[in-house]
């Protein structure tokens, strides 16, 4: 997912990702020509698995005041 946004600058989902995955595989066993046109279709978008992306953000804790300077 991250080759996919850093390539493309757009969220692929996971099973996207797979296939981005293993086109580069099938390049480098020469199955597939570099030069070759594969198609790709990306058919989610990875806001809607939070789960696959790991994000370290920040924690509010609501029971102190909030410092709104620092979000």
Excluded: H
């Excluded at 946004?5 to 996971?14: D, K, R, V, Y």
């Excluded at 990702?17 to 058919?43: D, M, W, Y």
Aim: charged residues 20%; contains cysteine; hydrophobic residues 40%.
């Amino acid at each position: 997912m991250i080759l996919g946004a850093t390539l493309e600058g757009i969220s692929f989902c996971p099973e996207t990702a797979v296939c981005l995955g293993v086109l580069g595989q099938l390049v480098e066993k020469s199955e597939i020509e570099p030069q070759e046109r594969v198609v790709i279709f990306n058919t989610g978008t990875a806001q809607k698995y939070p789960e696959a992306i790991e994000e370290n953000l920040p924690k509010i804790d609501l029971n102190q005041p909030i410092q709104w300077n620092e979000i």
